[in-house]
């Protein structure tokens, strides 16, 4: 290790920037050469100084893409490549969000496995494993990386509000849905709970057919309800359009994601550790005005897990797995996909970086050093 300080080797990289962009602004954009990419990294090796690697910059996680100002973040917005084969076999660049990639294939009637949402990175949402519109045909995102196919997929999709006072009703409706998944793959939905409305948006993956009558139910709850967005057939852009009306605090996806590990071993390794039982993932999402709160509300989130944990617990239901792509900083994500799977993980950094120069100058992030014995 070197005794130059991390400030000095921020400015060699600063300079390093300025040598090769037209002008130097305060956030100075530029692409590198593999050559020079390298360099930064000795930079960063040899210096100690705190790295940090940027994809669609969504992540919620404060450190996670970005550092102090002695630092150097890699924003690779600007890896916007995308690029079609005869075999409709995707490239994508680690810059593109799902907007882009679905925007490139809806014009060739093709979709892709990738994001709910428009504005989520690639990068991202592939490494955290990738929750697509319908797992239960396709497995995760993470599933589909290394033989990255289109579909010509059509659907049908609906975004129906509910009143809070009836959450009962709608999530009887949302428990009948689930147990339909297990015989029909192409049933999609989530569950958003607002403390001012519930939001329900369902999907078919198939606009050619009548809705499953499980899906009707929920038109037919007593619940003052408003279709938000109306029943829409089109391609997975559509459907990922109707999604974006809603930003859910509190999600319950429904999907049967034993079906969904199920594809993920079929297509390969299952190293999520995912276990072969009917589940439901839920995610709370809070927001607060300042940093000042920000440690009463970790440890109200934290006490709020830990309540649905216990009684899941109880009676046996409670499964480990954290999913990468929404946890706190404070959890432990990589241990959560089992021994076996970490040890990989493990075995994986020791190969390609034994030096661990991403383990100890990455900024912040789910990494293998960090996380409990």
């Known amino acids: 290790m070197s005794g130059i300080k991390s400030t000095t080797a921020a400015a060699a990289a600063c300079e390093l920037l300025a040598t090769q962009a ?16 390298n360099r930064a990294l000795k930079i960063v090796r040899e210096t100690g100084t705190k790295l940090a690697i940027r994809g669609g910059g969504r992540g919620f996680n404060p450190g996670f893409a970005g550092t102090d100002h002695h630092g150097i973040v890699i924003d690779l917005r600007d890896l916007r490549t995308l690029d079609l084969d005869d075999d ?48 239960n045909l396709h497995g995760l995102g993470a599933d589909n990386v290394n033989n990255y196919e289109t579909y010509p997929i059509s659907t049908q999709s ?13 999530l009887d409706a949302t428990l009948q849905a689930q147990e339909a998944m297990k015989t029909d793959t192409k049933i999609g939905m989530f569950t958003n709970v607002d403390p001012t409305f519930i939001a329900v948006s369902l999907f078919y993956a198939d606009s050619e057919v009548a809705r499953p009558r499980v899906l009707e139910t929920f038109f037919n709850l007593k619940s003052p309800v408003q279709v938000a967005a109306p029943t829409t057939k089109g391609r997975v ?24 590990c199920l594809i993920g ?12 039982v009917a589940q439901t993932w839920w995610s709370l999402v809070a927001e607060w005005p300042g940093g000042e709160e920000d440690d009463v509300s970790a440890r109200r989130l934290d006490a709020f897990q830990k309540g649905i944990e216990r009684p899941a ?16 900083s404070t959890q432990d994500v990589l241990r959560s996909y089992g021994e076996d799977n970490f040890r990989t993980l493990r075995d994986t950094v020791a190969k390609y970086d034994p030096e661990g120069v991403f383990q100890w100058s990455q900024n912040y992030g789910f990494l293998v ?5």
């Open 22 to 37: 037209m002008s130097h602004f305060p956030t100075t954009r530029n692409i590198w050469k593999l050559q020079r990419s």
């Open 88 to 135: 409709g076999i995707l490239r994508v660049g680690a810059g593109n969000t799902w907007e882009d990639v679905y925007a490139f294939l809806d014009k060739r009637g093709l979709s892709a496995i990738g994001g709910r949402q428009r504005d989520v990175g690639v990068s991202g949402f592939l490494l955290g494993g990738g929750m697509p519109p319908f797992p």
């Open 158 to 170: 609906t975004l129906l509000v509910y009143n809070p006072a009836g959450f009962e009703e709608v």
């Open 237 to 260: 852009k559509t459907l990922v359009d109707i999604i974006g009306l809603v930003a859910p605090p509190t999600s319950l996806h429904g999907d049967d994601e034993d079906l969904a």
């Open 265 to 276: 071993e079929d297509k390969g390794e299952n190293i999520l550790g995912l276990e072969k």
């Open 313 to 328: 617990k109880k009676h046996a239901a409670h499964l480990d797995f954290l999913f990468m792509n929404d946890p706190m």
């Open 369 to 373: 050093r960090k996380s409990t014995s």
